[in-house]
């Protein structure tokens, strides 16, 4: 046979793979491709699944420096600890359990990472700093879903109001007359509050029903200072 | 930053999700573009509705237009593979 192969350029390896994957199997039958692309399909969802319930725990969320705090604030209220020992964790109430909303959730927790590197909140006087702010997010978040992540638990259906303290009773069903939401009264049930967040609050309500954007509280975790400056700088010689 | 994340988070969400997995199932299942978009675009539409049990209050604009974006997108993808990897 003519070696005519010789004179031609051989696809690189790359270009190979590529008419490799492309091609038609010559020695599997459909029924062999059919099951081992289930079972790797299955083998790769569970890990992948796994993967992200990995970082959906307690342990994972306060593995950062800058969660100490807000944990230790956690720890003195009645999700942490009570007569009946059922608990909710972090991701409990700040990770949606739908799988849409979650993982929007966790790309968006990407954030939380860059502020850990770059020290955001690493000390105390930090954190009070940016403490409204965080508030004002998480409130304005749980605000627009209709306090999603607490009726995980907790449902206006299955109060008893009679077993209720009085005005607890009283003020449950003026919720439900006036259609509240969770968050609408119960802004600190796990963290401490800040000052001003009353007026915070009322802002986001006033911006979310009147259609406009949250003009967020002006401690903004964008302006950090030094911090914001050797990033811009940096980004700049990147640039230039 | 947070809005362009937020806008990244629903992306990946939609991806991952109704719009992504099953508008390229659909998509693979048609050589024409126009039919294989239209199956990704229903999807996107369904799939906001779905999660916000089929309560269209609970549906915002901005994540209606990228699931059916995605939708469409990935309905795509799924009509190229198809005509790529498919001699029928």
């Known amino acids: 046979m003519a ?36 079972l ?45 020992g059922v608990r909710a964790t972090c991701p409990d109430c700040h990770v949606p359990h739908e799988w849409q909303h979650k993982v929007k959730a966790k790309i968006m927790a990407s954030k939380d990472l860059f502020h850990e590197i770059i020290g955001t909140i690493d000390t ?42 009085t005005r607890a009773a009283k003020d449950h069903q003026l919720a439900i007359d006036e259609g509240k939401t969770c968050i609408d009264c119960h802004q600190g049930i796990a963290h401490g509050l800040p000052a001003g967040y009353l007026e915070e609050y009322r802002s986001i309500i006033e911006a979310l029903e009147s259609g406009e954007g949250v003009e967020l509280q002006k401690s903004s975790l964008l302006d950090m200072g030094p911090a914001t400056e050797a990033l811009k700088s940096f980004l700049n010689g990147k640039t230039e | 930053m947070l809005n362009m994340l937020d806008i990244l988070g629903t992306i990946a969400g939609n991806v991952l999700s109704l719009p992504g997995i ?19 675009g229903l999807v996107g ?11 269209a209050s609970k549906v915002e604009t901005i994540d209606l237009v990228i699931a059916i974006a995605v939708g469409v997108v990935a309905g795509c993808i799924g009509r190229a593979i198809r005509v790529k990897g498919a001699t029928v």
């Not at chain 1, 031609?8 to 059919?34: H, Y």
């Not at chain 1, 304005?140 to 009726?151: A, I, L, N, P, Q």
């Open chain 1, 124 to 165: 105390d006087e930090k954190y009070e700093e940016h403490r409204l702010h965080m508030a004002s997010l998480v409130w304005e978040k749980m605000k627009k879903s209709d306090s999603r992540e607490c009726r995980n638990c907790h449902a206006f259906e299955y109060m008893d109001f009679t077993i209720q303290e």
């Open chain 2, 45 to 55: 539409v369904a799939e906001p509705f779905i999660f916000a049990g089929f309560d």
């Open chain 1, 3 to 38: 070696r005519s192969t010789n004179d031609e350029k051989q696809p690189g390896f790359i270009r190979r793979i590529w008419n490799a994957f492309w091609s038609p199997s010559g020695v599997l039958s459909l029924g062999f491709l059919i099951i081992a692309g289930f």
């Open chain 1, 40 to 84: 790797a399909g299955i083998l790769f969802w569970g890990g992948f699944h796994w993967a992200l319930e990995e970082t959906n725990n307690e342990e994972f969320c306060i593995s950062c420096h800058t969660m100490s705090k807000n944990f230790d604030e956690y720890t003195e209220t009645v999700h942490y600890n009570n007569h009946s």
């Open chain 2, 22 to 40: 099953l508008g390229l199932a659909l998509g693979m299942m048609t050589r024409n573009l126009l039919v294989a978009a239209i199956l990704g």
